[in-house]
């Protein structure tokens, strides 16, 4: 049984910065990608950023150079720093992985298994 825990978020000023993170169980996050979608209230869900299983990574162009993906497989983490944020970053943040898939595409349907969401306010 899989299950993603995703905490970390919370309110804070524009310029703050907050650190998601995402402890996984039945789940091994050296295998397959596991990425950052947000969704914001009236909008589609948007992918943040991915991390590979090999370690590469992409990003949405908004957050690139503001945000950092990482996973430390070890505690089956994966972290999502993020600094600079703007008021636009407000959303529910959800933790995502696959069991299949190893790429570095920004696309829910690429991910099997979702966490319950931490919500990041930025104002």
């Known amino acids: 049984h899989v299950q993603l825990v995703e905490s970390g978020g919370g309110s804070v000023q524009a310029g703050g910065s907050l650190r998601l993170s995402c402890v996984a169980s039945?789940?091994?996050?050296?295998?397959?990608?596991m990425g950052w979608f947000r969704q914001a209230p009236g909008k589609g869900r948007e992918g943040v950023a991915v991390i590979a299983s090999d370690g590469r990574t992409m990003y949405t162009d908004s957050v690139k150079g503001r945000f950092t993906i990482s996973k430390d497989n070890a505690k089956n983490t994966l972290y999502l720093q993020m600094n600079s944020l703007y008021p636009e970053d407000s959303a529910m943040y959800y933790c995502?992985?696959?069991?299949?898939?190893?790429?570095?595409?920004?696309?829910?349907?690429?991910?099997?298994?979702w966490g319950q969401g931490t919500q990041v306010t930025v104002s």
């Open positions: 039945g789940y091994a996050t050296s295998r397959y990608s």
């Open positions: 995502a992985a696959s069991t299949s898939y190893s790429g570095l595409g920004l696309i829910d349907w690429r991910y099997n298994y």
